[in-house]
């Protein structure tokens, strides 16, 4: 037998050659990044700029002797002992709580009838239930201040008409709850076209092995759909979150008919612009609008936190 160290040293493996890439691939690649890169110049001068140049605006303060000057955290601090900012968010967050479940809770219902086909002629329906989300805002907002509207309105007309009192819906009181049906008739067909294309999603082999057992539909609705379209639900619900807490359009173009009863804090949003472009407040209204997305990504995160705990609790049930 050959002594070992008589034997030839193993030679080190050579290194692995990259595989170099195509022409057609990197036609490709380049034509892929042409593509994407209109988006990335709207996303950036659009978005990031602004967003970091508001950033930048809010830690300066514009006094009349100085110009200029760093403030640091002032204004964030001014704005945290803001009354007006607490009372307008104090005012979504109830806007929240309340209008939220309801379209919520509308969309799914007309999704999951639609879904059973318990209404006949389902596409024309569909349409007509998502026609409002295709308005305006600003539409929106002008025709149902008319509707609301106390002299001409033809709610009012009606009211009276029938010996009833005029419904006064422009009214402090009342106008909170104006806003959010005007959101509610807007947004309904939004969220249900969400959670429509989720249900059809869903796998026949479910349904017929649930009507197999016996289920009906409302048992189908309950235990297989609702649960098998979370996570659309929790998108309507992360999405609602923001609009709720951006209300803007609403407050901005009702306070026209109905000053007495729309405040310039009326919520942080439309306080935001007001501080900025009304008073030339522009720092402290860029401080305004960085608290208020802090504030809607906290809640958004408490939002999704929730939706996931429930979900494994739901999971841990089953097993």
Do not use: H
């Not at 067909?189 to 429509?196: A, E, L, S, T, V």
């Amino acid at each position: 037998m050959a002594n070992a160290s008589t034997l030839p040293a193993a030679r080190p493996a050579a290194p692995a050659k990259k595989r170099r890439t195509s022409p057609t691939k990197r036609k490709q690649y380049r034509a892929a990044y042409l593509f994407l890169l209109p988006f990335f110049v709207v996303f950036l001068t659009m978005l990031v700029i602004p967003l970091v140049y508001a950033g930048y605006l809010s830690l300066f303060e514009s006094k009349l002797i100085g110009g200029e000057v760093f403030a640091g955290l002032n204004n964030y601090v001014r704005a945290l002992t803001d009354p007006q900012f607490w009372g307008g968010l104090g005012r979504v967050a109830l806007f929240f709580v309340v209008q939220v479940p309801i379209m919520l809770g509308l969309a799914l219902f007309f999704a999951l009838a639609l879904d059973t086909f318990l209404a006949r002629g389902s596409k024309g329906v569909r349409l007509l239930i998502f026609m409002p989300y295709a308005v305006p805002a600003v539409v929106a907002t002008l025709m149902w201040g008319y509707l609301y509207g106390p002299d001409f309105g033809p709610i009012a007309q009606m009211a009276r008409a029938l010996g009833l009192g005029t419904p006064d819906f422009l009214s402090a009181e009342n106008i909170l709850g104006s806003m959010m049906n005007i959101v509610t008739w807007e947004f309904v067909g939004y969220n249900m076209i969400i959670m429509y294309a989720a249900l059809r999603a869903i796998p026949g082999e479910l349904y017929e092995a649930a009507e197999i057992d016996g289920a009906g539909q409302f048992r189908l609705a309950w235990s297989i759909k609702i649960p098998a379209i979370r996570p659309a639900i929790l998108l309507t619900v992360i999405f609602s979150v923001i609009g709720s807490f951006q209300l803007f359009a609403e407050p901005s173009l009702l306070n026209v008919i109905a000053p007495d009863a729309i405040t310039m804090g009326f919520t942080p949003n439309y306080y935001a612009f007001n501080v900025a472009f009304i008073n030339q407040e522009l720092n402290y209204g860029a401080a305004l609008a960085f608290l208020l997305g802090i504030v809607i990504a906290i809640v958004s995160y408490f939002v999704q936190l929730g939706s996931e705990r429930s979900a494994r609790r739901e999971r841990k049930g089953l097993a």
